[in-house]
């Protein structure tokens, strides 16, 4: 997976929704690897002043992978259009974010443009006008560091998804913290009782063992120090009955993706304060 990013956006700061924006690169990104065996999978970011407010930001995202047959190419965009059933069984993806990404983008007022051939690869692009700032350095550190240091913090993430297990970890490394990762709930099980860890970032839905699962077996482990452990549940799919489920499974907290990370620090913040108030 590669990533090329316009230098122009270096000392940039857009005015937007970052939730909104996230949540369609992240579906893109995940339709971009699920049906990418071999080769690769790109984002590219460049940008374009509009004038001295306004900036045009160009997203591409390009596979390598099986393509999307031309009779396709629009039926793809529209609900409950999903992929031909032998394409899901061998690559256990859908498609089904993308309408969620046509409605996100129109907001934008954009739309997706597609470019694909069967077995070479498929191109996805679009663009948004934002308003935009310079940023000063001093800002830029302070904004990714925090008041508080927490890079003391052993974090394990439990978490499937390619492109979410790289969003964690670039967040996380923003703040001094290198998480471990764990492909699913039973890794992330065995994880636990082999090593020391201060928090559980838990993804709900993972196969093997999901995160209802691995944190029931959790609580049940006998030294202390692992069984009560604070486990924050990261979820999609968010609703007060999600919310409710969540903690009826004992975890401590929970996200919703793509999250915010200025609510994940707070999160994390917390944890850091509370060792501090132990060992003081």
Do not use: C
């Not at 061998?90 to 934008?108: C, E, N, Q, R, S």
């Not at 890079?151 to 297990?165: F, Q, S, W």
């Not at 839905?205 to 030294?223: C, N, Q, S, V």
């Not at 979820?235 to 999250?259: C, I, R």
Request: hydrophobic letters at 40%; aromatic letters at 6%.
């Amino acid at each position: 997976m590669y990533l090329e990013m316009d230098p122009k956006l270096k000392d940039i700061s857009v005015i937007s929704d970052p939730t909104k924006i996230t949540q369609v690169l992240s579906n893109l990104m995940n339709n971009a690897l699920s049906f990418t065996e071999k080769g690769s999978v790109s984002l590219s970011v460049s940008a374009k002043p509009i004038s001295n407010t306004t900036l045009k930001v160009y997203f591409s995202i390009q596979d390598t992978g099986i393509g999307i047959a031309m009779n396709r190419q629009e039926s793809i965009f529209e609900p409950y259009v999903q992929a031909a059933s032998n394409t899901t069984r061998h690559y256990g993806g859908t498609g089904l974010g993308l309408p969620i990404v046509k409605k996100i983008l129109a907001m934008f007022k954009s739309q997706l443009q597609l470019e694909s051939t069967p077995n070479m690869g498929t191109k996805i692009s679009f663009d948004i006008d934002l308003e935009y700032e310079v940023s000063t350095e001093s800002v830029v550190t302070d904004q990714l560091t925090g008041d508080v240091d927490i890079g003391h913090l052993r974090i394990l993430v439990a978490e499937d998804n390619e492109v979410n297990k790289l969003v964690i970890k670039k967040t996380l490394e923003q703040w001094n913290i290198v998480p471990e990762i764990a492909k699913n709930g039973a890794v992330a099980l065995k994880k636990l009782k082999q090593g020391n860890f201060d928090l559980i970032l838990m993804d709900l839905f993972m196969p093997i063992m999901d995160g209802y699962e691995a944190t029931a077996k959790i609580r049940k482990l006998k030294d202390p120090s692992k069984s009560d452990i604070p486990i924050i549940a990261l979820t999609a799919q968010f609703d007060e009955k999600v919310a409710q489920k969540v903690l009826k499974a004992t975890m401590d907290d929970y996200l919703s993706k793509p999250f915010n990370p200025d609510h994940l620090y707070e999160k994390l913040k917390m944890i850091a304060d509370s060792k501090v108030e132990i060992f003081s």
